[in-house]
């Protein structure tokens, strides 16, 4: 009696987790049938912050950026420093316009062209002081254009890179620390970036706690852009704006990967505390993200962004905030449905990658983000990758499955692998190596 009691009780805690984050299942350990057995290792150690991955398609060259040093690559056994930022060391170009403060700003994204081993092209996103002129005050910042997608030439040999072309040039940044909750300089930045099949470039921004920023046409704060290898507007944008814009209305855009089965664009981001979404994109669509001072029924701001009110750090309810200041405003007619959200929490869900390969068995097809959670202002924790069963229509989900990694960890990035493994960056300064069989 008191062994099925306990086992209730523990059945009882799971469900009510469940439903606390939003899950609707769980992970099984490879003993059904179409479950895999996923296993997972550390094939690099001991980095600082890495934050993004490219891999080419033999899987001999692995480049990754680390977002306070700069860009390197693994290749044969051997590690090659290429971009470095000011103040690092080491790296065989050092570009000082590059910097960072130590926030969420930095070198970050890095994608490979779908024509590198011709063209040996590689485009980054980093933070840069080059382009940010005269205007960048803390009263007039929408001219503090602090953030920028270059694109370089790898050596034959991967142990230099050169012909560096700064191919968008005017990505806003926040210079300044605010009144805001983790409002310090290089907020919301951004800086994941993708190239879809057709090879164009897809690059999200951040917000940058400009309130008006994600829906503001002019300004490329907020927004996902599609983009070709010289930084022009793909000719198919829809949006009214800016033609590099594909969709606006967005938070800080920390995934973006591409369905398998349809080539359809997703994003991952997480709330201010509330509502973490998934959301498939829509030419021309808006997130729904408009934390601009007196608009829906908000007064004035601190520092005119309204992303945390109210009472900031205090408790309070998910519910209330979400009022606030919703992450997809139904005020707006264009509005993008995101296609999962987390029940009015928020869990810190950020980059996100499309599983892929029959060794995924039952998972294959399914989006894995990575949740960097810590459990701050009264909302659950994370430091896990779940897997997202979405529905064909992309406007909601079957269930939400942990991924049993065997470790918990704020997993920064998440890119599939040409092996059909998973690797993932994490803040604890490790590369992964996530398996399926």
């Not at 470095?84 to 969420?104: E, N, P, V, W």
């Not at 485009?123 to 080059?130: G, Q």
């Not at 039952?362 to 997202?388: H, N, Q, V």
């Amino acid at each position: 009696m008191k062994i099925i009691s306990k086992l209730k009780l523990f059945a009882a805690v799971i469900t009510s987790l469940a439903m606390l984050i939003g899950v609707n299942s769980f992970a099984l350990k490879g003993n059904h049938k179409g479950v895999p057995s996923i296993g997972s290792m550390v094939i690099m150690s001991g980095l600082e912050n890495p934050w993004d991955l490219a891999f080419t398609k033999d899987m001999k060259a692995m480049f990754f950026t680390e977002k306070s040093k700069g860009l390197s690559v693994q290749v044969g056994g051997a590690t090659h420093k290429l971009v470095g930022i000011k103040g690092s060391s080491g790296y065989g170009m050092q570009a000082d316009d590059l910097f960072t403060y130590g926030g969420q700003e930095g070198m970050l994204g890095v994608e490979l062209d779908n024509n590198f081993n011709k063209n040996r092209t590689l485009y980054l996103y980093s933070t840069s002081s080059k382009y940010m002129g005269a205007g960048c005050k803390k009263d007039n910042y929408d001219s503090c254009f602090g953030n920028i997608v270059m694109k370089f030439t790898v050596a034959k040999d991967f142990k230099s890179v050169s012909n560096r072309v700064d191919i968008v040039k005017d990505i806003q940044f926040k210079p300044f620390k605010s009144d805001q909750p983790f409002g310090g300089p290089g907020a919301h930045n951004g800086g994941r970036m993708r190239m879809d099949s057709e090879g164009y470039l897809w690059v999200g921004t951040g917000d940058r706690h400009m309130g008006i920023g994600p829906q503001d046409p002019n300004l490329i704060a907020g927004k996902v852009l599609r983009i070709d290898g010289d930084g022009n507007a793909h000719p198919g944008n829809k949006f009214k704006g800016d033609k590099r814009v594909y969709t606006y209305g967005h938070r800080n855009v920390q995934g973006i990967d591409f369905r398998p089965s349809d080539g359809k664009a997703f994003t991952a981001e997480h709330g201010p505390w509330h509502n973490d979404e998934i959301t498939m994109l829509v030419n021309g669509g808006n997130g729904g993200w408009d934390p601009a001072e007196k608009r829906g029924g908000r007064s004035a701001c601190p520092d005119k962004y309204c992303g945390y009110e109210p009472n900031q750090k205090e408790g309070m309810t998910p519910a209330i905030r979400a009022a606030y200041t919703p992450m997809s405003d139904t005020r707006f007619k264009d509005l993008m449905p995101p296609a999962w959200n987390n029940n009015g929490y928020s869990q810190g869900t950020g980059s996100a990658a499309f599983l892929k390969g029959k060794n995924w068995g039952i998972y294959e097809g399914r989006l894995a983000a990575g949740i960097m959670g810590i459990g701050f202002g009264g909302t659950p924790g994370g430091l896990r990758i779940d897997m997202y069963d979405i529905t064909e229509d992309g406007q909601s989900i079957n269930s939400v499955i942990h991924m049993p990694v065997g470790v918990s960890d704020r997993f920064r990035g998440l890119r599939m692998g040409y092996d059909n493994a998973l690797y993932a960056t994490t803040d604890s300064g490790n590369i992964m190596k996530i398996t399926a069989e």
